[in-house]
């Protein structure tokens, strides 16, 4: 059975940093393309940063531009865990933070192309 655990999340200061893993079992991960997205009450999950599957060109990564410069999202070299690197955190990150993976060829992050997903890990940023 396909699993995705999310860790690392928790409360942070303004300008902080915490890293975000998401750990596979079931499959591996090299063979997905990854993705993290994230939900506050009230809003449309989106897409956070993604990364194409290890074959072919190798893991090309794409940011919201909400983040870019400030989240890097990187794999594992064992295959199974897929980072998130969050630094200069703002109160506007705050949310539940969730992993999903999909078969698919590239670094889209279109949520309807991810069939398997984590049960989310909560990051707050606040003073």
């Known amino acids: 059975q396909l699993q995705l655990v999310e860790s690392g999340g928790g409360l942070v200061q303004p300008g902080g940093s915490l890293r975000l893993s998401c750990a596979a079992s079931?499959?591996?991960?090299?063979?997905?393309?990854i993705g993290w997205f994230r939900q506050v009450p009230g809003k449309e999950r989106e897409g956070v940063s993604c990364?194409?599957?290890?074959?072919?060109?190798?893991?090309?990564?794409n940011y919201a531009d909400s983040v870019k410069g400030r989240f890097t999202i990187s794999r594992d070299n064992n295959g199974n865990t897929v980072y998130l690197q969050m630094n200069s955190l703002k109160p506007e990150d705050t949310a539940v933070y969730y992993c999903?993976?999909?078969?698919?060829?590239?670094?889209?992050?279109?949520?309807?192309?991810?069939?398997?997903w984590g049960q989310g890990t909560q990051v707050t940023v606040s003073s």
């Open positions: 999903a993976a999909a078969p698919v060829v590239g670094n889209s992050c279109k949520r309807y192309e991810y069939p398997y």
């Open positions: 079931g499959f591996t991960l090299d063979y997905y393309a």
């Open positions: 990364i194409s599957s290890s074959r072919g060109s190798g893991g090309t990564t």
